[in-house]
Structures are given as C-alpha cells and as structure tokens.
C-alpha cells in the first residue's frame, strides 16, 4: 500500500508537494550499526557517491541500543523529557527480566531453556502480536457514518501496536508505576493474551463484520 | 488671415530663397561682418595685463652632513655629550630604521620620524660612562674591607631601607612621597624559638611574605623621612622583643588556635600510648609510639590526605599495632 | 545518592501475575551458555569465608540460605543486591581484596591487645558494604558475637520516631530504632547467645518496677529491650557495656560492623529538639554506646567500620576519605586505625562478574566488544556497571 501510495505521489509531479525535510530528496539514509553495514555491504557499495544525511544525535552503536525500544522511548516521552522516558523504558526491561530470570532460576530442567529472558526479544514480540492489518475509518454516504474497513501501512500498525501497549500501561491505579504496568503488559502481549491483544482482536472483528462497506473506499 | 501670411512672406525675401532650395544661408552672411569689425572684449574692471612674476626665495645651498667631517677617531662624548632625541647629520652610522613593502631597504636615517620618536643612549656610550666615572672618582670613598661579595654585605646588612628621592618641576622641592621608608628583612636572619616565632608571625600579620621569608614593614605616617625610620626600626624591634614575651593567657590556647597539627599536643597520642601501654602495670617504663607514626600523622593531617600519605599512615600503624 | 538506589516495589504482584505463563512459554531467544556444572571458573565451591585465600579471588562463593538469613535477615546488604539475590535465587558474594585482606588481618589478629579499628573506605558504590558483608559472614562462622549497624545515618536522617530520654536532660532516644537493632542483634547472635550462656555484670533499674537482676542471661536484657520499647536506648547501651566487659573478660569475642560510621561526626542530623532546633549526633541516646565500643579501651574483639560519602549529607560530600569523612573528632576518635580502600573492579574481576551475568542470564545481548564498551561506560564500578546492565 504503502508502497503504490508513494509511486502515486511521484507520478504527480514533484513540483506540488512541500517537503519538511533539510535534505534533498536523493539524499539516503545513514547506516549507523557495525553490523547492519557488513550486512548490507554490496547495497551500501552503490551509495559510494550518493550524499548521505547526517546520523541522528541519539543514535548509536551500542550494546544499549535498539530501534524498538528507540521508537517506544519516543512515544513514552511527554514534554520533550526524554530523558525520563529512556528511564522508564530502561526500568519497564528490568522488571521485564526480572521475573523471566526468576523463574528461570527457580525452573528446574526442560523448562529452563523455554522461558525466554531476553526483554527486547520480547519487547518486539509484544508489538509484533499486537499489530493490526486492518482499520476502520468513518466514511459519509447519504448522510450516514459508515465505519469503513481500510488497509494500513507497515508503518502505522507498528504505530498503533506501540500506541495501545502503553495506552494499556498508563489506565492504572495511581500507586502503580508505569514501569510496572508496561512490563505487564509487554510480557502479557508477548504470550498473545492481555488487554492489547485483545482490542486487536476486536478491530479485526469488526472490519470483519464491516466488510459490506469496503467499496464506499473508492465510491 | 491668408492676407497676413503674404505679407510676412514678402518682407524676408532671402530667407524664403533659402527655404525654398533647402541650402543654409548664414555660412555665406557671417564672414561679412567679421571683416567690418573687431570683437570688442568687455572689460569691467581695468585689469593689469602682465604677470606679475613671484619672488624666487633665496635659499642656502644645502650643507653637507656634519659626519662627512668627523674624524674617524674623534671623541664622541664631545659630539654627542648629553641626551638629544636622534640628528642624522651628527650620528656617522648607517643607520636605517621603519617598515616598507617587502624587498625595499628600510628608510635611511634622513628624514626619518622613526629614529627621532625612540629614546637613544648614544650619550652614555661606555667611554662616556667611564669618563664620567673618572670625574667623580674624587668625591668617593673606598669599598669598605670585607663587604666583597653579595652573600656578606647581606649578613653584615640584613635590613634592607629603600627610600625614594623625587625631583620635580613644582614651586616647592618637598614630596610627600619621599617620607615613605620601607625596610625588609629575612626572617631567617632574626633568632627565635618556637614559641616566639609563632608569636612574631602573629604580631606581624600579612607584613611577612611566605613565599620569600621577608618581613616588610612600610612607614609613612610621620612627616620626615628620618621620623619615619626611626619609627620602623622601632617596630621592628618592639615586634622582636615583644614575641619572647610569653603572657599568661597564652597557656590557654587551644587546638583550635594552632597553626599546626601537632601529634604531641593531640589526642592521637594518649590513645597509641594507651595501646600500646594496654598491659602494663603501674610503675612499668611507658613505651611512647615510634617517631615514624607520629611523624605520619602530622603529614596526614597538615598536607592534607591523599593516597600517598594515607597509604604511609597504614603502614605505619600496621607496623605499631603488629596487624 | 541513596536516593538514586531506587527500588521496584511490588514486583511480587507482577510474578504472581505471570506465574501462569511461565509453563507455556516459547522462546526464540539466543539461549545463554548452558550450565551443566555447577562450578564454572567464576565460581569456588568454597564457602567458607575462613578459608578464603588469593587462590578463590575474583570468584564467587554462595552463602547458604539460612545463614544468609541469620545475618542479612535486619539488613546488611544494599537493597539493589538483595533484589539482584532474589532474582538469581542464590546469595553469591565475589571474593574480593579489600575483604581478603581484612579476614588476613583478623585471623593474624592478637585479641589480648586493645581492639584494632579497620577503616573501609571508597568511592561510592565499589563495594564497601559487601566487603563488611563478608567479614560478617566470616564472624558469624567463627563463634563472634556481632554488633552489627546496617547503615547508621538511618538513624540520623530518618528515625521511625524521636523522643526526650527520660533519665538524661537534653537528650534525644529513637525508641522503635533502638528496638528493630536489637531484634537484629537477637537475629544474628540468638543461637550463640543461648550457647555462651552469658550473664550480666550488674542490676540494671528502669523503673520502680522493672529491673534486671546481675546475673540474669544476656539474651533476657535483650528481650526486654525488644518488649518494652521505651528502654530499648538504654537497653542497647547496657548491652554494649556488658558486651565490652563480657570479651574483655575473655567469655566472648566481638566483631563490631558499622556501616556509615560517619554519620555518627555529621554536625547535624535531620531530629529536630523541642525548641525546633536540629540537634547534633552526640545528643542522641543510640550514638553513645556505639562510640564507646568503637574505642580501643577492650580487648577479644575487632571493629570494622565503614565511612562513607553518601552517609553524609549535601555540602560535606566532598571526598571520600577517612580523614575527611570522619573530621577532627571522628579522626581523633578512631586514631590509629588501618585504613582499608575498597577499588573498582579490577579486570579479572569485571570479567568475573560479567560472566555471571551471563550464567544468571542477566545480560542477554552479547554483541561483539560488549565487555568493553560496559568496561569503558561503567569505569569498572560495580554499582554503576549494576545498573548499566539492568536493561540489557
């Protein structure tokens, strides 16, 4: 989708779009990780004479760094306090890794090995299991609201699956941190159950019901 | 209206002729008049018709400079006996002096605003000096025996009086700063014990100069010079005998007022002694804490901590306390 | 600082949450290094602090769950670890220097002679406590009474609840303070007590109607204390009075282990007297006792004290040395004492502890050159590699 939206774009010209964006659009994007740069050697090796955009402050080659957790530390952040955010996120992992090394450790045999300890594997996990493929947006036809199934980008289902999990995290009870609740949810996500899981499934449901209405996308 | 025209017409009959075959008339007219006539110029006001021819100044032929004529072994103190700002007619040196672009030879000393704006010492050229010396040679007394060298003028002379003469081009020859006398001296060159050292300091306050060992005072509150020595040399010698004086409140200064840590004083030492004298009877020898100990924990707490010293201090108690 | 040491609380809810996905859980997880054999090179299987030489350095040796109990139960480990304990399901200490050292010293040690004041001292967070730690454990092992304070400043900076002494004008007591201490000397020393069978030297009055007879058990002064809360102060001090005489008698040994001995030379605490004025340390009934066991006048024992920075409060944080932790009287107090610097890692250690992350599947990211870039973030701090690995 996203993809034929963007050859749409170009098609029509380049002279009516307004781009936000310093660079010029035939700069490319900057590799910064050691490691995807030796894995994407022989693509890298055609941008040898292509300007290349300047790396983001915050972005780094470090055992600390992740571009999950880098996307969920932004959308934690209020007010610009990212710093407070990156806190957050950092406490919501150990607690995350605390009770899976817990039981791990208290787990005797087979079990050991199946529990899983790393909290950025599921960290992704959790998104992965709560992104939607569809949406549903309201669409006026003779004069009623009709909620329209439509497809979404890879982009916005990430989004949305980020969204909900820490919407999940912050309806709670004043004496419960964040870090607390967001943990729970994450490992909740991770396993396919919990409330995000959930409401996932629920739009699912609905476009699924909604299906009838598909054409009024384009009529 | 066409009446009028006609006639207008018929009075310029040249002129229509010209009109009519196009050819310009005034070129065949004008050299007519010229030959009746000469143009008359107006002349307003009567004006003297020649020049009046400007007075050419009279000037001396230029001199040749003066060191064209100098002997090559002339006296110099007698060419050039007092401070003068520079004269490139009297100096026979090549001078040359001020900034040009680059690879031009700097201006030569004619002419040259450089070498007059900066001070010169031609007059105190080392003949000079010693011919001057030579002159006064007869006012002066010899160099009194024994004060050869600097190190024994200093311990002959231990105070040093600095005073400053002024002179000024007011009404009145005085100066109020001429009063002012200052004397220092080493403190090493004064004999103290401890105490009176300590007491010295004290009393002097900021006159004495750590960094190096002088104590100064300067006088200037009397209105002689010679009142005011007198008045320092007092000072001095009030301050000096006053420090071995010991008062009886003095025995009553407390840890807090010392300058110094001292392990004698302190409470470091009843407690190594009383480790060390843990099982001793009464009437047994007291065996103080080794000199090596103390020293330590006087340079522990004097120079402050870090690791060195901390790390001497350990090893020193572990010694004491055979641990 | 002490405040940065942040705690998670209510993590139980969570693992009680999760207990029901533990069974089902598939991973797709990189599998840390399995562990067949219980001892790997970072381990010794010797736990018996007693025993330990430069041979077990850099290593880690497990202390048994009841007697991790028996000492740690009041406190004694730093909140951080005890969490860190509780996840990894086992009490690991690493056998460091500064403790090796100062068990060398008390093994050497002659008891006849006065007591001999150890001074710990370090940066913050390179393991001062745990170095007391395991000198505990050792005194526990080895038949030492403990007088053991967790983290003195607690007292000084918030005490449960603050109170004019009865018998001495001026003073202030921390009853409920003075009561949890001595639950945590019964914790530590019951079994002992019980076996020594020591009895006091003389009568003890608190009241017209309460005394404890000279004679009575030990164990029963305590127990009084902890029962009548309101003598508990004056009970503590009766104790370490009895205590200092009882091992300089030659009946018992004991092994003092202050932790954040400073605080006890603070100017000020955070007690406020009846005319709304901060008082000073020494106006505290706790802080007498606990100065005067630390003094040299006794013999059959060891004092090991720590000072630290973080004991202390803003404006007098400047350095973490003795001299200056501790001030004139608190220098002239201890004065000679053997100072004991507790360092970062060294890289034998950090390596050693990095491979029990790894054990404990506590790091699970292990990109190349991660040791090094921990190494260089953390300057080879334990508390601060601690918490730079909370996240990985």
Not at chain 1, 168 to 180: F, G, T
Not at chain 3, 327 to 353: C, I, M, R
Not at chain 3, 369 to 390: A, D, H, I, T
Request: hydrophobic fraction near 35%.
């Amino acid at each position: 989708m996203s993809f034929l939206s963007r050859l749409a774009v170009k098609s029509s010209g380049f002279s009516c779009i307004r781009r936000m964006s310093v660079y010029p659009q035939h700069y490319a994007e900057p590799v910064v990780q050691k490691n995807k740069q030796i894995e994407q050697k022989s693509e890298l090796a055609k941008l040898h004479h292509v300007p290349i955009k300047a790396a983001v402050n915050k972005a780094s080659d470090t055992v600390f760094h992740d571009d999950t957790k880098e996307k969920m530390v932004n959308y934690i952040t209020k007010k610009g306090n990212s710093a407070l955010a990156r806190s957050l996120l950092s406490k919501t992992m150990e607690l995350i890794k605390r009770t899976q090394t817990e039981h791990m450790n208290l787990a005797k045999g087979d079990d050991k090995d199946k529990i899983n300890t790393n909290a950025e594997t599921l960290l992704k996990q959790a998104v992965e299991n709560c992104r939607p493929l569809l949406q549903v947006t309201a669409i006026k036809r003779g004069g009623v609201n009709y909620q329209v199934p439509v497809p979404i980008t890879t982009k916005r289902s990430y989004f949305l699956a980020m969204k909900w999990l820490l919407e999940a995290a912050r309806e709670k009870e004043r004496k419960v941190s964040l870090p607390e609740k967001l943990a729970w949810e994450i490992l909740d996500a991770a396993h396919g159950q919990g409330r995000v899981v959930k409401r996932k499934d629920d739009l699912h449901r609905q476009c699924e019901s909604n299906r009838a209405y598909a054409h009024y996308r384009w009529s | 209206m066409s009446t009028g025209l006609t006639r207008v017409w018929e009075r310029l009959p040249l002129k229509k002729q010209a009109a009519q075959s196009g050819i310009r008339v005034f070129s065949q007219q004008q050299p007519e008049i010229e030959d009746e006539e000469e143009f008359r110029v107006l002349n307003l006001r009567t004006v003297k018709q020649q020049f009046q021819r400007r007075r050419e100044v009279r000037r001396d032929p230029v001199t040749p400079p003066r060191t064209n004529r100098m002997a090559v072994d002339q006296d110099w103190t007698a060419a050039w006996p007092a401070p003068r700002s520079f004269h490139p007619a009297s100096v026979p040196l090549p001078l040359r002096q001020g900034f040009t672009e680059r690879g031009a030879a700097a201006p030569s000393k004619f002419a040259n605003a450089e070498l007059m704006k900066i001070p010169n010492f031609l007059h105190l050229t080392p003949p000079a000096i010693r011919q001057q010396c030579e002159a006064i040679k007869k006012f002066c007394s010899p160099w009194p025996k024994g004060l050869e060298t600097e190190a024994k003028w200093q311990r002959h002379f231990p105070v040093e009086v600095i005073t400053t003469d002024y002179l000024q081009s007011l009404p009145t020859i005085r100066n109020l700063e001429a009063r002012r006398v200052t004397i220092s001296l080493k403190l090493s060159d004064l004999k103290f014990d401890a105490h009176a050292r300590d007491k010295f300091l004290r009393l002097v306050g900021d006159r004495y100069n750590k960094d190096t060992d002088t104590v100064t005072f300067v006088t200037d509150r009397c209105p002689l010079r010679k009142q005011n020595y007198d008045y320092a040399m007092y000072l001095l010698t009030a301050c000096y005998h006053e420090s071995f004086v010991t008062e009886p409140w003095e025995a009553s200064k407390s840890e807090a007022d010392m300058e110094v840590y001292l392990f004698e004083r302190n409470q470091s030492k009843i407690a190594a002694e009383g480790i060390l004298n843990w099982s001793a009877k009464e009437g047994d020898n007291k065996i103080s804490p080794p000199p090596a100990y103390a020293q330590c924990v006087e340079q522990l707490i004097n120079e402050g901590e870090n690791e060195y010293n901390l790390a001497k201090y350990k090893e020193e108690v572990k010694k004491m306390l055979n641990v | 600082m002490k405040m940065i040491r942040n705690r998670f609380g209510n993590l139980s809810r969570v693992s009680v949450q999760l207990q029901r996905h533990v069974q089902q859980m598939a991973t797709s997880a990189a599998v840390a290094p399995a562990e067949g054999a219980t001892i790997n090179e970072f381990r010794t299987a010797v736990a018996n602090p007693g025993e330990h030489s430069a041979l077990q350095l850099a290593k880690f040796y497990t202390i048994p769950a009841e007697q991790k109990k028996q000492i740690f139960t009041g406190g004694g480990l730093p909140k951080q670890y005890e969490l860190q304990i509780k996840t990894f399901t086992e009490a690991c200490l690493m056998v460091r220097n500064p403790a090796l050292e100062l068990l060398e010293y008390i093994k050497g040690a002659d008891l006849t002679k006065p007591v001999v004041r150890y001074v710990l001292y370090g940066e913050n967070g390179t393991g001062k406590t745990l170095t007391m730690a395991h000198v505990l454990h050792y005194g526990a092992l080895n038949d030492f009474l403990l007088v053991h304070v967790p983290w003195a400043p607690n007292w000084m900076k918030r005490p449960k609840e603050a109170s004019n002494a009865a018998g001495q004008e001026g003073m202030i007591d921390l009853p409920f303070d003075a009561a949890a201490w001595l639950v945590h000397f019964k914790n530590q020393n019951g079994k002992l007590l019980q076996r020594l069978q020591l009895k006091t030297g003389k009568e003890y009055v608190w009241s017209k109607r309460e005394s404890t007879p000279a004679g009575s058990p030990l164990l029963e002064l305590v127990e009084h204390g902890i029962a009548r809360i309101k003598y508990a102060s004056e009970t503590t001090a009766a104790l370490i009075s009895e205590l200092k005489q009882l091992s300089t008698a030659g009946q018992c040994k004991v092994m003092v282990a202050i932790d954040g001995f400073n605080a006890f030379f603070h100017p000020i605490t955070r007690i406020f007297s009846d005319n709304k004025q901060r008082v000073t340390p020494d106006r505290i009934t706790l802080t007498q006792p606990f100065l005067d066991i630390t003094n040299y006048d006794w013999t059959n024992g060891v004092c090991i004290l720590s000072v630290d920075k973080i004991a202390m409060t803003e404006g007098y944080m400047d350095s973490y040395m003795p001299r200056y932790l501790l001030g004139q009287a608190g220098f002239e107090h201890l004065d000679p004492f053997v100072p004991v610097h507790v360092d970062n890692y060294t890289d034998k250690e950090f390596h050693s502890y990095i491979n029990y992350y790894l054990d404990r599947h506590w790091i699970n990211k292990t990109p190349q050159g991660f040791e090094e870039q921990l190494k260089f973030m953390s300057n080879k701090n334990p508390y601060s590699l601690m918490q730079l690995v909370r996240a990985l």
